[in-house]
């Protein structure tokens, strides 16, 4: 394999992968390795910073003696991994559509899927990186000396990952090569990461389910399939423990081998045939009679939602990663007759998370860059401008609402909260969405690309994934410090009802303002 090609590959697919971030290095001045360098350090960096922050949870936990929670954690970054793992193979692969754009190139079949596949792991490795510390923390309190506990998480932690994009891989490969993919690609894939998500969040929530308390510990069920993993941290020379690296090593050879010999051999066949199809395809849309302007642009809108793996991608961001979030920190549960003076913390804790879950990869941070070159098109009708971007902006904001409403059940059925309260929860976050869409749709116009291929250009701009996720770790820390100076409050002073009408009234001159600011700064400049 030509090292200096495969290094060129990589260098394009990581320019690519936040190209926002490219373009900002690049006005400065980087160019060729330097930018290259700068990327490899931002994305170093950030991981390092996401790997302090969840690590810091996780200190206080003697995995060690917890069985139930260690395998737990395992579980959920697993799951989590092979959700991440198949709709990021789809979108380097498939989504981007740029395989024919190598077809002239001196590249080797295997350099480029190795590039991408590596491209596909950078984006995929800082949401897994807690199974780093855990691995690391469980062997540490097991008594392995820190150096070789390093060593063994670090091995344990490639090869379940390996494993993990290997059998992504598999999936997605060998799914491509049916007949009812070539007939239709993107409800079957939509279709794929549906399941597999509908199957994580089923798992988390089915493993969520399994807490208990023994004694003064408080560990959750043991998940039988991943005990073997935790036999190589807890016990390392033993029996079980030879016989889980055993395991491992053959699910890698077993993996290794079918991809080697069924599936790279015709992989560029293969991608070129899908890629063309999907080029084919792309411009296609189906006429709509519907009367009226604003039943003319709703069918408009929902003929966005099209675009191969958009809605997959942006519950991923709004429902997946939030859940996961939320269940990972969830270990009690609610009495379910709070008395009615909690129901304004509840309605704080629903703008709370609709902060967290409305975030630049929801639907309504990115539908006017969804237009395309199409935007400047609809500038040139007569028609408003004003009513044109009001009504997408309440078909995202519907659409967003929706999303928020399954998380605040899942979050009420986990907490054991009652009616009233998750009613509250429901309509702080309807109003917390609300402000929350009006920033992130005023940021899509502010930072609109025209010209993007893949919808993870769209979701990159400003930070990608990592600065998404250290919004919501910025959100939650703020969050938690509003929400249990809120509860102390109530708690220790009699003036319950007065805390309350103070909490409403900073709210409502809160969200007065901010519904000022955007009604100055973005919809009046349409007038």
Sequence with gaps: MN????????????????????????????????????????FLTNTVIFLFIYGFTMLSIDFSKMPGMFTFYVGLFVLLGISQSISGLYNVFFAGKDINSYLPLPFRQ????????LIVAFNVIPFTLPLLI??????????????????????????????????????????????????HQSLV??????????????GIMLMSSGNNTTGTSYDRS???????????FNVPVSINSGISWLGLLILLVVFGGILKYLIVPQLNEQLTAVNSALLNGSGQRKAVKRQGLNANLDSYNWQLLKEPNLLLQVIMNSIMIPVIFIISFSFAKLPSDLPLKWIGVFFVAGIAFSSFTTNQS??????????????????????????????KFLFGYLMQIILN??????????LNAGLIMALALICGSAWGTYLMSLHYFSRDYRLRLTNWTNVTELFNRGGGNLGMVATMFASVFISVIILVAYSMLLI?????????????????????????????KFWNQFD
């Design 3 to 42: 090292k200096r090609q495969l290094g060129a590959l990589l260098a394009v697919n990581l320019r690519l992968l936040n190209p926002q971030v490219t373009d900002r290095y690049r006005k400065k001045g980087k160019t060729g390795s330097e930018l290259t360098n700068k990327l490899k350090l931002q």
């Design 110 to 117: 295997s350099e480029i899927f190795l590039s991408k596949v």
């Design 134 to 183: 855990a691995f690391f923390l469980t062997g540490w309190h097991s008594g392995i000396m820190i150096p070789i506990a390093a060593l063994m998480s670090l091995v344990v932690y490639l090869l379940i990952m390996t494993i993990i994009f290997m059998f992504c891989a598999l999936i997605v490969f060998a799914l491509t090569k049916t007949k009812v993919f070539r007939e």
């Design 189 to 202: 894939m939509n279709g794929l990461m549906g399941i597999t998500m509908v199957i994580a969040i089923g």
């Design 222 to 232: 043991v998940i039988s399939i991943f005990m073997p993993i935790f036999q190589i």
């Design 362 to 391: 929801a639907l309504v941070g990115n539908l006017i860059s969804l237009d395309r070159t199409n935007f400047e098109f609809v500038r040139s009708l007569p028609i408003s401008m004003k009513q044109y971007l009001r009504r």
């Design 405 to 414: 409403v399954v998380i605040v059940i899942i979050i009420s059925v986990v």
């Design 492 to 520: 220790n002073t009699p003036w319950s009802a007065m805390i309350n009408v103070v909490v409403l009234a900073v709210i409502l001159i809160s969200s007065w303002l901010l519904l000022r600011h955007y009604r100055m």
